[in-house]
C-alpha cells in the first residue's frame, strides 16, 4: 500500500508530550497498537511536514473542482 493507495482501515489516532519529554503519535485501530515517540525537534520537523502536505493537497484539490481554501488577506 502506497501513500495514494486508499483504505478502508479505520484507526485513532493521539498526539501529546510524555512525561519523559517526548512528543508521542499514538494509533490504534483493529490489531495495530503502536506508539511512536520523536524529540521536540523531529516533532517540529514532522509537523512542517504535515503543514506542506495539507498545502499541497489544497492546491491540488483546488484543480479538481474541490473547495479551495480562502485567500488569506494581507496584515495592515
Known amino acids: 500500500m502506497g501513500i495514494n493507495s486508499e483504505s478502508d ?3 485513532n489516532l493521539q498526539i ?16 495495530v497498537d503502536l506508539p511512536l515517540d520523536f524529540d521536540p525537534d523531529e516533532a517540529d520537523e514532522i509537523a512542517e511536514e504535515l503543514r506542506l502536505a495539507a498545502e ?14 480562502k485567500p488569506r488577506k494581507p496584515k495592515a
Open 9 to 11: 482501515v479505520a484507526a
Open 16 to 31: 501529546g508530550p510524555t512525561s519523559l519529554g517526548m512528543v508521542r503519535i499514538y494509533i490504534a485501530g483493529d490489531g
Open 56 to 69: 499541497a493537497a489544497r492546491e491540488m484539490g483546488a484543480g479538481k473542482g474541490a473547495k479551495a481554501a
